[in-house]
Structure formats: structure tokens, C-alpha cells
Nanobody
């Protein structure tokens, strides 16, 4: 079993910054992709950014140039640095990971952390 624990959400004013962290723990053999998705009220969950073990990233156009994802493979931890935040970034941010654990290959989600950007 794999657990993803997120931290770093909160309330910030427009133009401010926040950093999210996601630490994976449990019976992990290897993690391939880590990243974040977000879900705003009355909207579908959408990809924000992902990063592979090798450092290849995918970043949504809506956050490109403002959000940066990085990863510490030794710690099984990913970070999302969010700068120049806008009210439309307000959402619950969910950490995602996929990889091999004692139960085989799987996809895992964190519990979600609220990010609120006030105008």
C-alpha cells in the first residue's frame, strides 16, 4: 500500500506564492510519475503538472511560467512551487503518483489540499 501526504496549501492574495509538497510512503518499490491535479468547484479535475523519475515534466498551459514542479527521488517527494497566483487557481489540489508497490502497479491519490487565492 502507498500513502501520499500533502502539505502546503492555504489562503494567499493574488500575486502571492505557495509551495505544495507531496511525500509518498509505504511499501513502495518504485514510483514513475508524480504530480498534481486540481479540482475547482463545479469543474472537472484537471492536470496541473507531472514529473517523471528522470525529470521530464508536463505542465498545463494555464500555469506554465508560474508553477514549477520538481522532485526528490531519494525522498519520494514532489514539490509544486506556485508563483503569481490568480483567483482562478483556487481549487483543491490532489497529489498523484503511479508506480510499483507490494500489491503490484497502481495509481495513488493524496487526500487533497485546499488552495484559495483571494482577489
Amino acid at each position: 500500500q502507498v500513502q501520499l501526504v500533502e502539505s502546503g496549501g492555504g489562503l494567499v492574495q493574488t500575486g502571492g506564492s505557495l509551495r505544495l509538497s507531496c511525500a509518498a510512503s509505504g511499501s513502495i518499490f518504485s514510483i514513475n510519475v508524480m504530480g498534481w491535479y486540481r479540482e475547482a468547484p463545479r469543474k472537472q479535475r484537471e492536470l496541473v503538472a507531472t514529473i517523471t523519475t528522470g525529470g521530464s515534466t508536463v505542465v498545463a498551459d494555464s500555469v506554465k511560467g508560474r508553477f514549477t514542479i520538481r522532485r526528490d527521488n531519494a525522498k519520494n517527494t514532489a514539490y509544486l512551487q506556485m508563483n503569481s497566483l490568480k483567483p482562478e487557481d483556487t481549487a483543491v489540489y490532489y497529489c498523484y503518483a503511479d508506480g510499483r508497490a507490494d500489491t503490484g502497479w497502481g495509481q495513488y491519490w493524496g487526500q487533497g489540499t485546499q488552495v484559495t487565492v483571494s482577489s
